[in-house]
């Protein structure tokens, strides 16, 4: 299983970005996908996840700004992020959980400039 995150880059406060991250290889239809940052000097967190049937779960520093989605007919999440701060500026990563696995990607860079 791999997965390929991309589009991240650099938005001044205030802004959107879209970042979208594809699953490929045998996947199985019970699986969670989610978005994970980590800034500097800051452990990775876990920042949205949603389920095959399109569960969704957010961090309270997220909540209302961000908006996680997939197209499981692609095999790919989508993380719409609205009202950027710069605290938002990590490295995001995306993830996908099945029966007793987790694949990770290689993480996309996103920074908010004040």
């Known amino acids: 299983v791999q997965l390929q995150a991309s589009g991240g880059g650099l938005v001044q406060a205030g802004g959107s970005l879209r970042l979208s991250c594809a699953a490929s290889?045998?996947?199985?239809?019970?699986?969670?996908m989610g978005w994970h940052r980590q800034a500097p000097g800051t452990q990775r967190e876990q920042i949205a996840t949603i389920t095959y049937y399109g569960t969704t779960t957010y961090a309270d520093s997220v909540k209302g700004r961000f908006t996680i989605s997939r197209d499981n007919t692609k095999n790919t999440i989508y993380l719409q992020m609205n009202s950027l701060m710069p605290e938002d500026t990590a490295v995001y990563y995306c993830?996908?959980?099945?029966?007793?696995?987790?694949?990770w990607g290689q993480g996309t860079q996103v920074t908010v400039s004040s």
């Open positions: 290889g045998r996947i199985s239809p019970i699986n969670t």
């Open positions: 993830d996908l959980r099945m029966a007793r696995s987790q694949y």
